[in-house]
C-alpha cells in the first residue's frame, strides 16, 4: 500500500480542507523539512495515516470456504520447528538471572 502515497499518476481528485494558521505555520513547516511541495507533503502524510488506520483493523471478512481452511490449519497438529525450539530455550535479554 505504501505505493499509494507517492504514486505519480496524474492527480485528478481534489481534496478540499480547512485548517487553523497554527496548523498551517506546521504543515508548511514540516513540508519545508521534508523538502517537500505542502501538497506533496500532506498528500503523503494522509495516505501514510490511512494505511496505517487501515492495517490496524482486527476484523477480517472471508468466504465461508476461506473461514473453513483456516480453520482447518488450526486444527491440525503442530509441527516441529528447530528455529522456534532454539528460540524458546534460550534466556530472554531482559532476565538477567
Not at 30 to 59: G, N, P, Y
Request: charged content about 25%; some cysteine.
Amino acid at each position: 500500500m505504501a505505493a499509494i502515497a507517492s504514486s505519480s499518476s496524474t492527480r485528478s481528485a481534489r481534496l478540499g480542507l480547512r485548517a487553523t494558521p497554527e496548523q498551517e505555520v506546521v504543515l508548511r513547516r514540516a513540508a519545508e523539512v521534508a523538502h517537500k511541495s505542502l501538497t506533496d507533503f500532506i498528500l503523503d502524510s494522509a495516505c501514510l495515516a490511512a494505511e496505517q488506520t487501515l492495517l490496524d483493523q482486527r476484523l477480517f471478512m472471508v468466504s465461508g470456504s476461506q473461514y473453513q481452511a483456516l480453520m482447518n490449519l488450526l486444527e491440525q497438529p503442530e509441527q516441529p520447528s528447530e528455529g522456534l525450539r532454539d528460540l524458546f530455550s534460550r534466556k530472554a535479554p531482559w532476565d538477567k538471572t
